[in-house]
Structure formats: C-alpha cells, structure tokens
C-alpha cells in the first residue's frame, strides 16, 4: 500500500449493511474516499448476489404483514425529525463521501426532511375512486371502486451526486406505497443511505421493510432483475445504465431518472444581472455534478455582450476549494475520471475559454466558460457532469429553442425574459419534463413533478408522483 491508499480520515466510520433487520457484515469491504483529499472517510461492508437474493426474502417477509397507513406516515414524519437533529451530520457526511460543498450539503440535508415529511402526506392520502358504473348499460345495478395497493418489493437504484436526498425520494414514496425496499446505493456514496436506513430503524419501521446492499453493481442489478419477487426497479443514475435495465426487466416497472445536457434562454429584454447572477451560481453548484446543472446558455444577440460581461466575473468570484469550508461554493468532480474526461472536452472545444479551463493547484477544475462551441463539441451536446457552461449567442427565440431542443435529453430547461407572453408560448416548445421562467432550471422543489423525457428517462419523482408509479389499482365490482 503507498501512502496515500492508507490515509484514514480521523472521522472514519465503518458501517454493516441492513438487511432483515440485520446490521450484517460481509467478510469483504468497500472503502469510501473523500473525492476532495483521497482520505478513506468509511468503509462499508460489501454485498453480492447472495446478501441481495436475502434482502430480497426479507422484503418478501415484511410484505406479509403490511403496515397500515397511519403507521407508516408516523414513521416517515419520525425520519423527518431525526433528520432534522442530526442535520449537521447528515451533511456532513454528504460532504465527506460526495465532496459536496457544505453550503450545498446542508440544503441537500433539509432537503431530504422535505421528501419525508410531503411522502408522509402521501402515506395518508393514498386512496382509489369510484367508478361510475352506470355510465354504460352493462353496469347499471353495479358499484364499483378502485383500491391503491402496493406493487410489491422495489429495487431502488441510486446515484453518487445526490446520496441522501435522491435516496429518500427512493425510499420515503415506497414506505408511503406501502413497498418494501432492497436499495443499492452508488458504491462511491453509500455512508449517506446507511445513515437514513439507522434513521429509519430508529424511527420504528420494522425487520425487512429496508434492506440496503452496496457492493457490486452488476452482481446486485443482475439479481434485482432476474428476481420476479421485485416487481419494481427505480433507478437514478446515466442513461447507459438505465435503459439497459429497463430492456433486461420488460415485465417489471422500470422508473427512470437519468440525465441531461441543461439549457437556458436568455431573451434581449432580460435583466442580466439577475439573470447572470442565478446561472452563474447554479451551473457551478457541487462543480456541476446535477443532473439539472445549467450547461448550455442561449442569449439573443443584442444582449449577448452584456449578458457574458455580468456572467464572467460572477463566475470568476466563485469560491473553489475545500468542500469542507462553509465558504466554498465549488469543489472537486466525483474522481479522478470524471476529472481528466471533462478537462479532455473542455480542450477539445473550438470554442473561445472565457475563464477556467484548467485546475487549481489542488487539482480542482476552475469553473469554465466556453462561448460559441460548435454544435457538436461534446460539452455542447452531451451531458458535461461538471463545472463547464457554454455561452452562445443567437439570433431569434425560435434559434434558441431549436438549439436547447437539439439534444437527446430532456429533464429540465429555463427561459429568462421580461416578456411573459414570449415566456408561455416557448414553454410548450422545450422539449423537456420542466421549464422554469425567470429561474435556472437547475430549481427543484421536492414537492414538483420531476422528471425527464426522450433520453432523459420515463418517470416523474416528487412523492405524489413516485407514489403513483408504486402502486397498483386492483377493481372492485360489487352487484347490488
Ligand atoms: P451511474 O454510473 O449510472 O450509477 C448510478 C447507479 O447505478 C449506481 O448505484 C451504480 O452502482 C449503479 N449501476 C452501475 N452499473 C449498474 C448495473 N449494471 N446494474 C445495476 N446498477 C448499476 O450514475 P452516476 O455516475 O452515479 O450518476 C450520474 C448520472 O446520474 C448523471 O447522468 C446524472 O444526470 C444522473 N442523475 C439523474 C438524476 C435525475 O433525477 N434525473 C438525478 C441525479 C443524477 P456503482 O456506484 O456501484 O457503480
């Protein structure tokens, strides 16, 4: 081992996995490192097949005695709670595993309270609806109704950029539903679920509900998607993955949660200071590492030079560093990977290097701005999944839709104009799950119907929705 494999942060915490009720080790190990200074910060036991094929008998188990509602949305406002006590700690151990800044961590930590706290809602509300069965002649002298049950068992897959919240809306709808959980956390983030799974525990939910393996993740999907016990996969994660997972599991329901390549639209008559202001600060939050991360910049030609003249130095007044410090606003990319492949596209840009374009002497990747890349650059028409936007100008609104629409993703887009008419008609024309107007569309409340279309996936999360997509309607026809 050289020494840099065996520095131990003094903050280190070696957790089991959850599965049955069971804190169960594994006799094998997964080190988790800050992406920040390499330091290992956890060690968690490591799953395969055979502890997955177990979580799998006890979410199975947990399903025979179902909870009822009200006990389940106690449990979720409990997690709630707790997650609320423990805040600092939760984000802090968001920013130890993902090298999310603080500032940013602690919003993702309240953010999951939210999550629980609207799931527990949802717990209470979840109710069929009558059926008119009069409205044809066959059901005259007939009632009938529907009932809201739970799916079954979910297989939940998630990824490393948002490792608390993005595993509640995984796991707060299912409890909700009434679902038992398996969940398989991103290898490089699976300290934060852990954590929320003692939460859970503590908070009352019974032996089995949740069961969380990390490890291998082919060995884990492969035996979550040949199981027909799992009746079905949500997955948050790249594209490559995704709809591979839905083409190997076509008789289960495969929600998808994947990617994007995030455009805005800057019109003529916009306040560009708010405008450069907003951008600046959410296409460079957690060094871009948001799937709604603001990437590609359309601004109407008239006010293209005042629009990059506020823009710049609002990005070069960004704070790069420790994501330790609460003063940081942008730190490292997830690994060493992520690092060399987006400093590769930003070299590859014919594009002109506003600002950044290198790394600090920490090896951190300076916010970058790149104007006019060619359509096909990758940073212009693929997912960046870091700290690069470009900037374009452009000669019409109707210019501008077609390039934002000129990607295979579609989760998230934004227009900022003065003009609200301009801003309800190109709403419709973005071809995306959410348009924000005078926001970036990096916004999301955890309330929202969110989620993508064409390769951004298939699904919508927020719990209302997630509920929906966890549940069955089973018909109730009674002659009277
Ligand atoms: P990823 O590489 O696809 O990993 C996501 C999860 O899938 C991880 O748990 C990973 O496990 C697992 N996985 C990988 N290969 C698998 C397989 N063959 N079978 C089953 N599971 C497998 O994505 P990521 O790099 O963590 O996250 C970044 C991507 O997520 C970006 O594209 C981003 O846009 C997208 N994202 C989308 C949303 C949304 O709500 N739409 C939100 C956040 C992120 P290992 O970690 O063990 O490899």
Redesign the pocket.
Known sequence: MDSYTCRVAATATERKLLVGGDWIETGDWIEVRSPYSGDVVGRVAKAGREETRRAIDAAERALREPLPAHKRAEILVKVAGLLGRRHDEVARLICDEAGKPMKAARVEAARAMSTFTFSAVEARKLAGEMVPMDAAQAGEGKLAFTLRLPIGIVGA??????PCN?VA?KLAPSLAAGCAVVL?????TPLSSLLLAELMEEAGLPAGWLNVV?????E???V??EDDRVAALT????????W??KERAPRKRVSL????ATPVIVDANTDVERAAEKLAANAFSFAG????SVQRIYVLRDAFDDFVAAFVPRVEALKVGDPADEETDVGPV?DEDARERILEWVHASSGEILTGGDATHEGLIRPTVIARPKPDDKVECE?V?GPVVTVNPVDSIDEAIERANATRYG?QAGIFTRDLTTALKVAPKLDFGGVTINEAPTFRSDQMP???VKA??NTR?GPAYAVRELTEERLVVIQL
Do not use: M
């Open positions: 897959i998630t990824p490393f950029n948002f993005l809306h398989k956390p991103a290898s490089q990390a490890g291998k993740a082919s884990i999907g492969d979550l998607i997955f948050t994660g790249s594209g490559d993955v995704g591979k997972l949660e994947l990617g994007n590492q948001s799937c709604i997830i997912e999944f989760l969110y989620g993508g951004s996936g999360e």
